[in-house]
């Protein structure tokens, strides 16, 4: 009885809770051009940027930096002990993320690359961005040898809260470890839904929803967008198909 009490217990708040969170909205602003190429943002005087250590994927030419914001203590500013990763890390830890695999999560700005027989770093991505996460594509380096990256970024201070964070629309970005091919594959201020990779066809396919209504919500009355992109073309063309 105690159990069965509990489990009710639990899903009324699971219930409760997800009826209750915020849906993602959009704020326009009169020039959404400008908005998208550089979020109008506060500086936040309580992170500092810091780099990780590199970040090598086996069989590839290039080791990667990941660059990345962390929280001070306010208390302890002073001491480097009292930093805690930005976001949701681990209170006391200076990280700014955690690679898993072929993947790396965490608070980042920016990304360069160094070929493991040079000093030279190289840019990837980088300016007034939030990069959630970057996955090396290691099956299509296996088909293709093309060594390229595929990023969740949010470039938009899509809500107009004067951040970028994980409120605002994530799109995302293919780059190569050469530096010479940096691609954003999902249009401004539509909402990415989710993304597949193909090793049989080295295609990417991804879904987004735009806001047709421009009511500034996702919901059933507006427009699905259907994508993929060929990486064995070099023009690495986006093409949009159509399901209905």
Same mark, same amino acid.
């Given at each position: 009885?105690?159990?069965?009490?509990?489990?009710?217990?639990?899903?009324?708040?699971? #219930?409760?809770?997800?009826?209750?969170?915020?849906?993602?909205?959009?704020?326009?602003?009169?020039?959404?051009?400008?908005?998208?190429?550089?979020?109008?943002?506060?500086?936040?005087?309580?992170?500092?940027?810091?780099?990780?250590?590199?970040?090598?994927?086996?069989?590839?030419?290039?080791?990667?930096?990941?660059?990345?914001?962390?929280?001070?203590?306010?208390?302890?500013?002073?001491?480097?002990?009292?930093?805690?990763?930005?976001?949701?890390?681990?209170?006391?830890?200076?990280?700014?993320?955690?690679?898993?695999?072929?993947?790396?999560?965490?608070?980042?700005?920016?990304?360069?690359?160094?070929?493991?027989?040079?000093?030279?770093? #190289?840019?990837?991505?980088?300016?007034?961005?939030?990069?959630?996460?970057?996955?090396?594509?290691?099956?299509?380096?296996?088909?293709?040898?093309?060594?390229?990256?595929?990023?969740?970024?949010?470039?938009?201070?899509?809500?107009?809260?004067?951040?970028?964070?994980?409120?605002?629309?994530?799109?995302?970005?293919?780059?190569?470890?050469?530096?010479?091919?940096?691609?954003?594959?999902?249009?401004?201020?539509?909402?990415?839904?989710?993304?597949?990779?193909?090793?049989?066809?080295?295609?990417?396919?991804?879904?987004?929803?735009?806001?047709?209504?421009?009511?500034?919500?996702?919901?059933?009355?507006?427009?699905?967008?259907?994508?993929? #992109?060929?990486?064995?073309?070099?023009?690495?063309?986006?093409?949009?198909?159509?399901?209905?």
């Amino acid at each position: 009885m105690k159990n069965t009490l509990c489990l009710l217990i639990f899903s009324l708040l699971f #219930i409760f809770s997800c009826e209750n969170r915020p849906k993602k909205k959009l704020v326009y602003a009169e020039d959404e051009i400008a908005t998208a190429t550089e979020a109008n943002t506060e500086t936040d005087t309580t992170v500092m940027l810091v780099g990780d250590l590199p970040v090598f994927f086996d069989s590839t030419h290039y080791l990667i930096f990941p660059v990345g914001k962390i929280n001070i203590n306010k208390k302890e500013s002073s001491s480097y002990s009292k930093i805690s990763r930005s976001e949701s890390g681990d209170s006391g830890s200076a990280s700014i993320g955690y690679l898993r695999g072929d993947s790396y999560s965490g608070n980042l700005t920016s990304l360069y690359s160094q070929q493991v027989d040079s000093t030279e770093l #190289i840019s990837l991505i980088e300016g007034n961005l939030y990069i959630r996460y970057f996955q090396f594509l290691e099956n299509v380096r296996r088909n293709t040898d093309k060594e390229m990256l595929l990023l969740s970024v949010v470039d938009t201070d899509t809500n107009n809260d004067k951040k970028l964070n994980h409120e605002d629309l994530t799109s995302l970005y293919l780059a190569s470890l050469d530096g010479k091919i940096l691609k954003k594959l999902t249009v401004d201020f539509h909402l990415l839904k989710d993304w597949r990779i193909y090793a049989v066809n080295n295609r990417i396919y991804f879904n987004t929803m735009e806001d047709a209504d421009r009511n500034g919500e996702f919901n059933h009355k507006d427009k699905a967008h259907y994508y993929f #992109i060929d990486l064995d073309d070099n023009e690495l063309k986006i093409s949009e198909y159509n399901l209905f």
